[in-house]
Antibody, heavy 121, light 105 residues
Framework: EVLLLEAGGGFVQPGGSLRLSCVAS????????MSWVRQAPGKGLEWVSS????????TYVASVKGRFTISRDDSTNTLYLQMNTLRVEDTAIYYC??????????????WGQGTLVTVSS | SYELTQPLSVSVALGQTARITCGGY??????VHWYQQKPGQAPLLVIY???NRPSGIPERFSGSNSGDAATLTISRAHVGDEGDYYC????????FGGGTKLTVL
């Protein structure tokens, strides 16, 4: 069974840092594109960052570029999101998700259960 | 950047058919994916590439896509189908619609 389990969320003051982790089971993350998607309280879904399986190349939404870093550890099959210089508007549940790809389209299945990040003074 | 528009809410009578739309410029030329999210839970893929159901998703869920709108159709709606539904396309990154809250009356 393919499963994703996030951890690392918590309460942090503006300007602080957190590192999220997502442990995958049932598949090797190095063979897939993986993403972080967030959801602010009461709001919709927003893609944050992706990491290519084959090349390891990262991509980011403009609002987190220069502050967030996506990475992975193949030995532990874990995806990470290092979040620095956090802002109040980064408050959200952060989900990791596995990409499925066909031609020029990507979709997400499955998703982890999410981890809550709260940025507040 | 590409934008997707969904109605904020859709209501359907128990056992009837619900239709949730996802509007976008020439969206019929793109592949659309749909997710269901129940309160306190992670999103769940219910339709991918316009019309395909993942294993475990009931046949009551179907999708279509043409012109400037994609549609998620839920037949014989159950109370258990209540939740938020999001459409998504890929445009060099994931683009999500704003979500539609489905209520079964």
């Amino acid at each position: 069974e393919v499963l994703l389990l996030e951890a690392g969320g918590g309460f942090v003051q503006p300007g602080g840092s957190l590192r999220l982790s997502c442990v995958a089971s049932g598949f090797n993350i190095r063979n897939y594109v993986m993403s972080w998607v967030r959801q602010a309280p009461g709001k919709g879904l927003e893609w944050v960052s992706s990491l290519s399986g084959s090349t390891g190349s990262p991509t980011y939404v403009a609002s987190v570029k220069g502050r967030f870093t996506i990475s992975r550890d193949d030995s532990t099959n874990t995806l990470y999101l290092q979040m620095n210089t956090l802002r109040v508007e980064d408050t959200a549940i952060y989900y990791c998700a596995k990409h499925l790809i066909a031609g020029s389209t990507n979709w997400f299945d499955p998703w982890g259960q999410g981890t809550l990040v709260t940025v507040s003074s | 950047s590409y934008e997707l528009t969904q109605p904020l809410s859709v209501s359907v009578a128990l056992g009837q058919t619900a239709r949730i739309t996802c509007g976008g410029y020439k969206i019929g030329n793109r592949n659309v994916h749909w997710y269901q999210q129940k309160p306190g839970q992670a999103p769940l893929l219910v339709i991918y590439r316009d019309t395909n159901r993942p294993s475990g998703i009931p046949e009551r869920f179907s999708g279509s896509n043409s012109g400037d709108a994609a549609t998620l159709t839920i037949s014989r709606a159950h109370v258990g189908d209540e939740g938020d539904y999001y459409c998504q396309v890929w445009d060099s990154s994931a683009v999500f619609g704003g979500g539609t809250k489905l209520t079964v009356l």
